[in-house]
């Protein structure tokens, strides 16, 4: 069986999906789970950025290193690519349905919200983006359980 394909999506690119992604790759690596992990961005107002500086932080501060990370925005070729198209918010999630080309096969199957994952939590991931580090603490909490339940996930379906 071929290794999992995900990729995580929020509006910039910057906070949210890189830290999923950082999160998931420590998370299989540490599991010995073999995983291919991206992400991406909605908007391209923040393509080539680095993760925000306060994300940077957090991962630091629990002793993770953030992988090195350029945003980007989501492309056409990527639903083609990944089993996975995980939505930080509904919002992402219909984007992505919107964006999807014509004729993708399995889309409505590849779109996920984020919260499917963190058993107990509904709902969107906020984005921290306009708050102080404490939000981006929450965030980062929120995604750390979501990703144990789609690591889960993911072992209980190889």
Not at 56 to 73: N, S
Request: net charge negative; with cysteine; aromatic share 6%.
């Amino acid at each position: 069986m071929r290794k999992k394909s995900i990729l995580f999506i929020c509006t910039g690119n910057i906070c949210r999906s890189p830290t999923a992604h950082t999160l998931l790759m420590h998370k299989a690596r540490a599991a010995g789970f073999d995983v291919e992990v991206d992400s991406a961005a909605i908007s391209d107002e923040e393509r080539g950025n680095p993760p925000d500086r306060r994300s940077v932080a957090e991962a630091k501060r629990r002793g993770i290193q953030m992988h090195a990370h350029a945003a980007r925005q989501v492309r056409k070729a990527d639903f083609a690519h990944f089993d996975m198209l995980i939505g930080m918010t509904a919002q992402h999630c219909a984007a992505l349905r919107r964006l999807a080309p014509a004729g993708t096969a399995g889309t409505a199957d590849k779109v996920h919200l984020f919260t499917e994952f963190a058993d107990g939590i509904e709902g969107d991931v906020p984005d921290p983006w306009y708050g102080g580090q404490q939000d981006f603490i929450e965030v980062f909490d929120l995604i750390d359980h979501g990703v144990d339940g789609l690591l889960a996930r993911l072992q209980a379906e190889a």
